[in-house]
């Protein structure tokens, strides 16, 4: 059986990051196909989710038992199918560290805003698949995504594609930098559960 990858990527993998892994891999946990991690571009190595992050992760279904912070390296890049990095400045190093990632990298409220609105139309190429062919299913969603570069304007304001850094800051930070994150995973995993059932009309 095939796998397909999610890498989420912030700063130091303590707060963003294993936040958007712990939900992405709730929501897509009856897929046994999806591998989903996170690292960080100065990863804080081995240490746990603030008590802040953690309490939100648990708060919206997440579980941060366990969590070890890990600095984001060239191959976990070159090894993930998507990558969903927390900010334009992670995204942008990402790419420097794997210039041909940037077909398969994206800040993840950018994608949320680039899938935004699917309908099933969109997922033709997914609905071509069979439906066990889980992996060839989720990996026609990056192609869409990065076909809608083009086709959606830009945000409001550029800092609308980022996840603000709570770390270090207030309770209302960290809330609103949940409000931020939250909504953009639950995107991503509604257009994953709608490509791995559509079938063609």
């Not at 130091?12 to 989903?36: D, F, H, K, M, Y």
């Not at 579980?63 to 969903?84: C, K, M, W, Y």
């Amino acid at each position: 059986m095939g796998r397909f990858t999610i890498l989420t990527v912030c700063s130091g993998n303590i707060c963003r990051s294993p936040l958007a892994e712990q939900l992405l891999r709730v929501g897509l946990a009856e897929w046994p196909e999806v591998t989903v991690g996170s690292a960080g571009t100065i990863g804080l190595t081995g240490q746990a989710m603030p008590p802040e992050a953690a309490d939100l992760s648990r708060h919206f279904g997440g579980d941060p038992t366990g969590h070890q912070a890990r600095v984001l390296t060239a191959e976990q890049i070159s090894d993930a199918n998507l990558v969903f990095a927390m900010s334009r400045e992670h995204r942008r190093a990402i790419v420097e560290m794997v210039p041909r990632a940037i077909r398969y990298t994206f800040t993840i409220r950018e994608f949320s805003r680039l899938v935004d609105g699917f309908t099933d139309t969109d997922l033709d190429e997914a609905a071509e698949l069979p439906l066990d062919d889980i992996v060839g299913r989720f990996s026609t969603l990056v192609g869409f995504a990065s076909s809608q570069r083009g086709a959606v304007g830009p945000p409001d304001s550029p800092d609308d594609d980022d996840v603000v850094d709570p770390y270090r800051r207030s309770d209302e930070v960290y809330a609103e930098s949940a409000r931020q994150l939250v909504p953009a995973v639950n995107n991503v995993v509604s257009l994953f559960r709608s490509s791995a059932r559509v079938v063609r009309a």
